[in-house]
């Protein structure tokens, strides 16, 4: 019952490093987003999934990569991280358009880039 | 442009003090309003959703309600832990990916 699973918790990176955050899944939800969360702009999406091989860009795209291989992970990639990128990641997942129940969210990924 | 405004941005209640949060929207076509609290630390997690104008729902000391432009939270006699974090968003029909826009947040306090 562990619903949406975020690794790692926190992580420090410096700036120009690369590093992928995961996000899985084990509702078998067909749909996954990628959100980060700053102070005074609230979520805002990244990127997001409507099934298993598909991917689409969101709000705030540039500097992030994602790829949805299994339906039940989504990654999140930072090719070459800037301080711009400090922030918290939310992973996120629904069952498809109707979002009765909303999404269920991870715990969070804390990413400081120095 | 889907816009969630929520107000206030802070409010510290004390004990058993009831007040309402307000979440302002503008969205072509609402498919669905949502509510979510976020405890410091955590993900948001999900109260309600409301899908037209009229509706209400409610858990526990917590009420929803919903108009063509605004919905509120109704919080009836507080206690402490109901302090955190609370997060509106809307769907809108023609948004592909079934994605929400948020807005802000208000922080409520309550304080014992």
């Known amino acids: 019952n562990a619903g949406v699973t975020q690794t790692p918790k926190f992580r420090v990176l410096k700036t120009g490093q690369s590093m992928t955050l995961l996000c899985a899944q084990d509702?078998?939800?067909?749909?996954m987003y990628w959100y980060r969360q700053d102070p005074g702009m609230g979520l805002r999406l990244i990127h997001y999934?409507?099934?298993?091989?598909?991917?689409a860009k969101g709000e705030v795209p540039d500097g992030y990569n994602v790829s949805r291989l299994k339906k039940q992970n989504f990654l999140l990639g930072l090719e070459s991280a800037a301080p711009s990128q400090t922030s918290v990641y939310f992973c996120?997942?629904?069952?498809?358009?109707?979002?009765?129940?909303?999404?269920?969210f991870g715990s969070g990924t804390r990413l400081t880039v120095v | 442009e889907d816009q969630v405004t929520q107000s206030p941005e802070a409010l510290r209640l004390q004990e058993g003090e009831s007040s309402s949060l307000n979440c302002s929207y503008t969205v072509s076509g609402l498919r669905g309003l949502f509510w979510y609290r976020q405890d410091p630390g955590k993900g948001p997690e999900f109260l309600f959703t409301?899908?037209?104008a009229g509706e209400e729902k409610e858990k526990e000391r917590l009420k929803a309600t919903l108009t063509k432009k605004e919905s509120f939270l109704h919080i009836t006699a507080p206690k402490p832990e109901d302090s955190a974090t609370y997060l509106c968003a809307v769907q809108a029909y023609e948004t592909s990916g079934s994605r929400l826009t948020f807005g802000e947040g208000t922080q409520l306090t309550v304080n014992p």
């Open positions: 409301l899908y037209s």
């Open positions: 996120a997942s629904s069952y498809g358009p109707r979002q009765r129940y909303g999404y269920t």
């Open positions: 999934s409507v099934g298993e091989g598909t991917t």
């Open positions: 509702m078998n939800h067909e749909y």
